[in-house]
């Protein structure tokens, strides 16, 4: 029998407080590799920014998780080299909520380039 293709995702308490006050907060659940898991809830409601948290794109602020065996925050590189978001329409598109910068610092994250200043983002990549 083939072993399902994916990675354990669990979260315990899981919580993102921003700017503007929770995110999202005491998510708890677990997936075993090769689960599909459907996120639901409100426009605005955090659920983009739960996904990203679980890909190593964002830190929490409370609780554990782990994606593949990795704990988060801690090993947010190694989970971005395992797990990614695919394109999805609302969820990968620009957010009118966000300031350029704050998008320009997601495509530096996306693309590898931590810690590049904003003027190093607008120069074409070698």
């Known amino acids: 029998m083939e072993s399902p293709h994916g990675a354990a995702v669990t979260a315990e308490s899981l919580g993102m407080r921003g700017p503007r006050g929770w995110v999202f907060r005491n998510v708890t659940f677990s997936a075993e590799p090769g689960a599909l898991v459907a996120v639901e809830g409100a426009s605005g409601s955090g659920r983009t920014c739960l996904l990203l948290a679980l890909t190593g794109r964002m830190r929490t602020t409370e609780g554990r998780a782990e994606t593949g065996g990795l704990r988060l925050p801690k090993q947010a590189a190694a989970v971005r080299a395992i797990a990614a978001l695919g394109p999805v ?19 530096a994250l996306l693309q590898g380039r931590y810690g590049a200043s904003l003027r190093s983002l607008l120069r074409p990549r070698a």
């Open 89 to 107: 329409p609302m969820v990968s598109e620009l957010d009118p909520a966000f300031t350029v910068a704050e998008h320009l610092g997601e495509r």
